[in-house]
């Protein structure tokens, strides 16, 4: 443990700043830290978590709260959420975020907790944007946790899943925050109309348009709010007024993050389940925040060979025609060859007998690489192979009847195997046809 001089011990336990609850937002200050909470009842769209039968709420009532990682986008409580809680358990609360704080920030914070423990003090230690901890600094947590020097409060709008290390969320319960909605927005704005005492200028279809331009985000809303509340208009705004006025919101979305995949993974699986409305829905999402469309592009080739296949052998074709037309007319003329692409695979016979044939193929080539081939089908071209049986024997299929010689061509050691099964769907209902027809004659031929 960490010695301290006995001026260091007044220091540590005279009040902190972050010990006192935060005094009363300035008028200065923005709207939105303004209208922060006082009470966790005050928290809006999170009733799941807050409320009486929530998580939070069975650990407020219990007065013991267990180390948590609070998950969820932009602007819906994290923060607010974290320093409540000590509030409301007596806790002493520290916040620090993982964008300005290193191992040095960090010691400090552990070895000032570890000598209020000596007076009966606990800490709550907040860590916004946690994830942007390295895995060695993660870790450095582990021991402060386990011994209960520190409750850890995380925040993250990334999957813990991946942003964080698995010794960390076994010892932490992760919590998720829902976007909030259309009734959570719209009391938020109404709060701060009460605060302020002012009303937004804007008409009813306006007011609707700014909260879905908030996309879930309380934060982005209120400073928006603010915005209008500090000018003066003639009339209230209409959407398309409420539009030239306020700058667009930038869609929130990391190419190499979580909403990145989350969005390519809906996008895949409408296509799958034959949604081409849904799927139109997360394209454009992708598009509109800044997806590189070759990017999407060779996902729709994916989707057209893992999910259709040989049911509809032009969703390929469309999908390659499409990469080539984009390629020749750019954006954003040429965005609209991929959302044809998308559509024709969305709306086409679906079938993954391909996908399935490849995985079986390939598990069995590891398992049996060593066998050679049958001689027959071997081609021979010096004497010595012809000597030893390559080519030997060989059933020349246009010559037999119906073209079709019906010859054993696997290996010997390994039995015909059935690696593809098309389905009765689309153009494999003709497969499935000619695959029956040649097993038929097969059966036929191999009869004495």
């Known amino acids: 443990m960490q010695r301290f001089t006995l001026a260091e011990m007044a220091d540590l336990f005279a009040p902190q700043p972050q010990d006192r609850p935060p005094p009363s937002a300035s008028t200065d200050a923005p709207l939105a830290d303004r209208l922060r909470p006082h009470e966790l009842s005050q928290v809006i769209g999170q009733d799941h978590l807050t409320g009486q039968d929530g998580a939070i709420g069975r650990m407020v009532a219990a007065s013991k709260l267990n180390s948590m990682i609070l998950w969820g986008p932009p602007g819906t409580g994290k923060t607010s959420i974290a320093r409540l809680l000590a509030e409301a358990v ?46 060695a600094q993660q870790d450095g947590f ?14 993250t709008t990334e999957n813990p899943s ?39 200028p804007l008409t009813p279809p306006a007011r609707e348009a700014l909260i879905a331009s908030a996309d879930g985000d309380g934060r982005f809303l209120l400073n928006q709010a603010e915005t209008l509340f500090d000018v003066s208009l003639p009339a209230p705004l209409d959407p398309e007024g409420l539009g030239k006025f306020l700058m667009r919101r930038v869609a929130v979305y990391d190419k190499d993050r979580d909403g990145h995949y989350n969005l390519i993974s809906a996008l895949h699986k409408s296509v799958r389940g034959s949604d081409p409305q849904a799927a139109l829905y997360y394209l454009a999402r992708m598009l509109v925040a800044g997806e590189e469309p070759l990017y999407l592009l060779r996902r729709l080739v994916r989707m057209a060979v893992e999910d259709i296949g040989l049911a509809d052998p032009q969703a390929l074709v469309q999908c390659l025609a499409a990469k080539d037309a984009y390629e020749f007319l ?6 609209l060859a991929i959302v044809q692409a998308l559509l024709y695979i969305a709306t086409a016979p679906k079938s993954n007998a391909a996908y399935t044939a490849h995985k079986a193929a390939w598990k069995s080539a590891r398992e049996t690489g060593s066998l050679a081939p049958p001689p027959n089908i071997l081609n021979a071209p ?57 097993d038929r004659k097969r059966r036929e031929r191999a009869q004495p």
């Open 382 to 438: 010096t004497k010595l192979m012809k000597d030893i049986g390559y080519g030997a024997d060989y059933a020349y299929d246009h010559d037999a009847p119906d073209g079709f010689s019906g010859a054993d061509y696997w290996p010997d050691g390994l039995a015909p195997q059935t690696y593809y099964r098309p389905v009765e769907r689309g153009f494999e209902r003709e497969v499935a046809r000619r695959l029956e027809w040649w």
């Open 330 to 335: 750019g954006s954003p003329e040429g965005e």
């Open 142 to 155: 582990l021991p402060v946790v386990e011994n209960g020097t520190i409750t850890l409060v995380g925040a």
């Open 162 to 200: 991946f942003a964080l290390n698995a010794a960390i969320l076994s010892r932490a319960q992760v919590l998720i925050l829902h976007r909030l909605d259309a009734a959570a927005l719209g009391k938020l704005l109404a709060r701060a109309e009460d605060a302020t005492g002012l009303r937004l």
């Open 90 to 135: 007596g806790m002493r609360y520290v916040a620090i975020s993982a964008v300005f704080s290193g191992v040095a920030d960090l010691k400090k914070v552990f070895a000032e907790a570890e000598a209020m423990t000596l007076t009966g003090r606990r800490t709550l230690l907040f860590v916004d944007e946690i994830h942007r901890f390295n895995r």
